[in-house]
């Protein structure tokens, strides 16, 4: 990976003098950031580019080449870059486009040439992507003309699975003052993904933070595992948000794992910050910049108060708590001057202080006396006369904060020309929104204050019961008795249940367990019983049992197939407690997922559960309870039943554990179970195995 980034000779293939080729405006790009090491040009006509002669073949190269560059007619591609192996060359970016992301025939062009690359030992980048930028040494190789003058060299190195979005972030981040490092246009990723760009990055001593955009994650376990231990902070923008099928899934717990839900939950587990958009994504970066955020006291300093009122409502929004700010402080600020202008509260008003020499006084003091966990001070100005002095102020902020090494978000309010001329004299970030600099202000919190919580998968699952080999031994949909019978083999508590083929036998069942029960019908072919007609719930006595057993067996018999046996199942009825959803699903990225959330009929309406990478303990169960939005109904309350949420956090727990140690297992759903002020019982349950669809 070190020869793709700082190679000390460059071969870039197709280059013609043609004003259109844009193999060409490589070696221009290479030319305008400062590239000092050798640079060669082959094309199939002779001819020079930026003073560059054309060589007519790779063989012409000389012998040792750190680096080739192809953009060329993706045909050509697979024997350029075996003459490249031919002639020593190990690296590569293919910006060429035309393979696995453009047809069938492509694909298969794409697999040629990763057949090359194994057999000569080659590593690259691509195909179908605009290539690698390193500030560092001015390495720039997009076939798009940049310009060198706005650049600005930072510690953010981006990933992107766009040629354009990387171009974009480059932009973004030498605008905001923060400044770009190294930039890949990842492509198809042929070869190199975003986990080996990471490990590689995470080693690099110019690279303090990483941005990935991505649209598809096909390794999330493996991507997290490793972003999870870094200690450089990782952010990533995730396009492509909607759902990963438009089947009918086979459980609520799929239908809510949608693609979105699952990478929301995984990044939050694994410490990863998520972006919204572009922006957002930058002011994240700038926030992580600063020296960390390590609680939740923030003192707001404004020059305005309609602004300050504001950052108020941000603050609280975003968790943070507006310090009490002590009289014996604002004695002390008033020393600093003769007018009694300024009052001791939170946000501090400073709209009547026009000397900037005092603000930068009173930002020392607020941060040297209060130690507040983080300052937002809002700067609003004028051009002219306040600009200048407004610039001194930044470059003191700037030396103050490194001296007290407490981070202070500067938010600025002035013309465009001001601002970028205030980014050039402080080292600080500048913000130009407030909710901008606040949420940064806590990504930085949330980073330095909740540690990881991604545990890896066990390299051998735990030994399993042999009754549970024979639960999983067939593939489809598990009826409801074996569905339960697996999580109880795992710990999960379910409700006393009897399966039966005949009404006699099914009025035995009801009065050894007790009226009132439920009946349902079994069958693996109906989703939803009571729509199919195969449940009945409180029945008081036997004839109640009676009519119910002779209607849902009418109904079983049209639900069933042929080779499915007669079978009822009769279960105590569990009426008071809370339902809850206790499920997980096997994600083809991140590989098994719990669920949790409110149960019953209206899950998928109500859409209020969580999600996490198996494996969990009981301390990360009970974070996914305190985070459904109605959490306060699994909490004693008034007008609330009390429920025990240690047996819910064990059922959690359990679930994690079946999904593990079962890899059969694609989906699992324990709807509902029921949690009571003592104990719990798991009500329905529906289980797949091995992948197919119902």
């Known amino acids: 990976m070190q020869k793709i980034f700082y190679p000390d000779s460059v071969a870039v293939i197709g280059v013609s003098e043609r004003p259109s080729n844009l193999a060409a405006e490589i070696l221009r790009n290479l030319s305008r950031f400062g590239y000092s090491g050798d640079v060669y040009a082959v094309g199939p006509r002779q001819g020079t580019v930026e003073g560059t002669p054309i060589l007519p073949s790779v063989e012409a190269l000389p012998s040792v080449v750190d680096l080739a560059v192809i953009l060329t007619p993706a045909a050509t591609v697979p024997g350029l870059l075996d003459a490249c192996g031919r002639r020593g060359i190990r690296r590569a970016v293919i910006e ?58 930072g510690p953010v190195s981006v990933l992107a699975q766009s040629g354009g979005v990387s171009i974009t972030y480059f932009i973004l981040l030498s605008e905001a003052g923060l400044g770009a490092n190294k930039l890949v246009s990842m492509g198809n990723k042929a070869d190199l993904d975003e986990v080996a760009y990471l490990s590689y990055l995470f080693e690099d001593p110019g690279t303090e933070i990483i941005c990935l955009y991505l649209e598809s994650i096909e390794n999330g376990r493996e991507l997290l595992e490793t972003a999870s231990h870094s200690t450089k902070p990782v952010i990533v923008q995730k396009a492509n948000r909607s759902e990963a099928s438009a089947e009918i899934a086979f459980s609520h717990t799929a239908a809510l794992a949608n693609d979105d839900a699952v990478v929301d939950a995984a ?12 922006d957002d994504a930058v002011a994240l970066a700038q926030g992580l910049s600063l020296p960390p955020v390590r609680g939740e006291d923030l003192l707001i300093i404004s020059r305005s108060g309609g602004h300050a009122v504001v950052a108020a409502d941000a603050a609280a929004a975003h968790g943070f708590r507006l310090m009490r700010i002590p009289e014996s402080f604002a004695e002390r600020v ?15 008003d400073l709209g009547a202080i026009f000397n900037f020499e005092l603000y930068g006084q009173i930002v020392e003091q607020s941060l040297r006396t209060l130690e507040p966990d983080a300052i937002l001070l809002i700067h609003t100005y004028s051009p002219g006369p306040e600009s200048a002095v407004s610039e ?29 001329n205030l980014r050039r004299e402080t080292p600080l970030p500048v913000f130009t929104e407030i909710e901008a600099a606040v949420r940064a202000l806590a ?20 030994e399993r019961p042999e009754k549970v080999h024979a639960l999983v031994a067939d593939t489809g949909v598990l009826t409801t008795d074996r569905s339960l019978d697996l999580c109880a083999s795992f710990g999960i508590p379910c409700a006393e ?21 439920a009946l349902k019908g079994l069958t693996s072919e109906a989703t939803h019983k009571s ?53 997980g699903k096997r994600d083809p990225s991140f590989g098994p997922v719990v669920a949790f959330g409110l149960g019953g009929t209206a899950v998928e309406a109500v859409q209020d559960v969580v999600f996490r990478m198996a494996p969990i303990d009981h301390g ?18 008034r007008g609330h039943q009390p429920i025990d949420r240690e047996t819910i956090v064990r059922a959690l727990v359990s679930m994690s554990d079946l999904l593990i140690t079962c890899p059969e297992v694609v989906e699992v759903e324990v709807n509902p179970f029921t949690a009571m002020e003592d104990g719990g019982a798991a009500i329905d349950a529906r289980a797949l195995v091995a992948g197919q669809r119902a």
């Open 96 to 153: 060429s486009g035309g393979f696995a992301e453009y047809s069938a025939d492509g694909r298969r062009l794409e697999e040629e040439v990763e057949e090359v690359a194994r057999r000569w030992g080659i590593r690259f980048v691509g195909p179908n992507c605009i290539s690698v930028i390193n500030l560092e040494n001015g390495l720039c190789l997009p076939f798009a003309r940049l310009d060198a003058r706005g650049a600005k060299t």
């Open 334 to 348: 008033r020393e600093l001057f003769r007018a009694d202008v300024i009052a001791p509260t939170n946000p501090l």
């Open 531 to 583: 729509q199919a007609g195969l449940l009945a719930l409180d029945l008081e006595s036997a004839e109640d049992l009676r009519v119910s057993f002779d209607r849902i067996a009418r109904a079983l018999e049209r639900e069933k197939s042929d080779a499915e046996p007669l079978r009822l199942m009769v279960q105590s009825m569990v009426t008071d407690g809370r339902e809850v959803l206790i499920g």
């Open 497 to 517: 249940l009897a399966v039966v083929e005949d009404e006699e036998s099914a009025l035995v069942a009801a009065h050894v367990l007790g009226y009132p029960v």
């Open 620 to 637: 990360e169960a009970r974070r996914m309870m305190d985070e459904i939005r109605a959490r306060h109904l699994l909490s004693r309350g």
């Open 443 to 462: 990504a930085s919190r949330e980073r330095h204050n909740r540690a990881t919580r991604l545990r890896p998968l066990p390299s051998k699952p735990d």
């Open 267 to 278: 990044l939050r587990q694994a410490g990863v910050a998520r972006a919204e958009s572009f």
């Open 392 to 420: 001194k102020l930044a470059r003191r902020l700037g030396q103050l904060t490194a001296e007290v090494e407490r981070p202070l978000a500067l938010c600025a309010f002035a013309q465009h020309e001001q601002i970028e």
